[in-house]
């Protein structure tokens, strides 16, 4: 940094979690199970000293975060400006002069993204004001979207109901999906938004549950129905190993494990990806078994509601955002 810009101040923590809506407590609790040492909370903000990585309650990690004295609105924007091109505003206080920073900054576009759509290569750092005079700024976060939240361009028309929409973002983030050729095994797949997704991006779908699916789905050339239990269902049962397992059953989280457990040890060369419910109190060693899956990733999606995503990439980087074993 230039030397005429003010020095970093000096701080008690490394990391700043942004919590998922309404789930501020179970990303306390994560972070206190993993040994985190927890120094403020301001709102959704949660200041930490410990692991340097994301969790899985979060919505957004600030990776970097630095503090520093500004004297002016104009100092301020020069001083990010000179760190990087793109910031985000994540008002803490101070919120009209925080605007007034954001504005002198150069312009991003956030457009609705299509799917399927790679996630943004350039690096979009978060500032906010914890004081008049006191500049809160990280280049580097765990997301790559505003807050953690990418919007999507929605299809009100083609998908039997909104799940599709966490498939959509799930498989954004683990920056590869499906597609000709592939086979998916959609377990709990009624009335058929993961299928509709699958289908769409041309894989071949095995469809598994007690209920139907939409008749246009059920009749579609590619999906094959399978009527039955998804947690009884092994791979002896399918004419073809998958290449993809899915599921967005609702069942307590120990089952999803076991579930998680099985489809990961019989096809390990598999994309997995698994919602996993929470329902109540969040317990954080009950989730915390998932990652003891090798290359376990967790991650709460902005269209997740009380619930995580499991994601089990071998053949791809790590999920975008996503928690792992520290």
Known sequence: ??????????????VVHLAADGHRQALIDELVHRGDRIVDAIDSLIFVHGTSGPAAWARNSWLA????RVASIGEAARLLASVQRNWHLHSISHHRRARLIADKLAPIRFRPLGFPAPVPSAPLGVFGLLDRDRL??????????????PVFAEDREGPPNRAYLKLWEALTLARTQPGPGDVCLDLGASPGGWTWVLNQLGADVVAVDRAPLVPE???APRVTTHRGDAFGLTVADLDR????????????PARILALARYWCRACPQAGIVITVKCQGVVDPAEIDHFLDIDNARLRHLSANKHELTFFRLPDAGPPEGASRRP
Not at 136 to 149: E, K, M, T
């Open 217 to 219: 789905l059920a009749a």
């Open 136 to 149: 809160l700024a990280s280049p580097l976060c765990s997301s790559a979207f505003a807050d953690g939240r």
């Open 1 to 14: 940094m230039p030397s005429d810009f003010p020095a970093a101040l000096p701080i008690a923590y490394n």
């Open 241 to 252: 190993r998958p290449d993809w397992i899915l599921s967005d059953l609702i069942a307590y």
């Open 65 to 68: 975060p630095a503090e520093y």
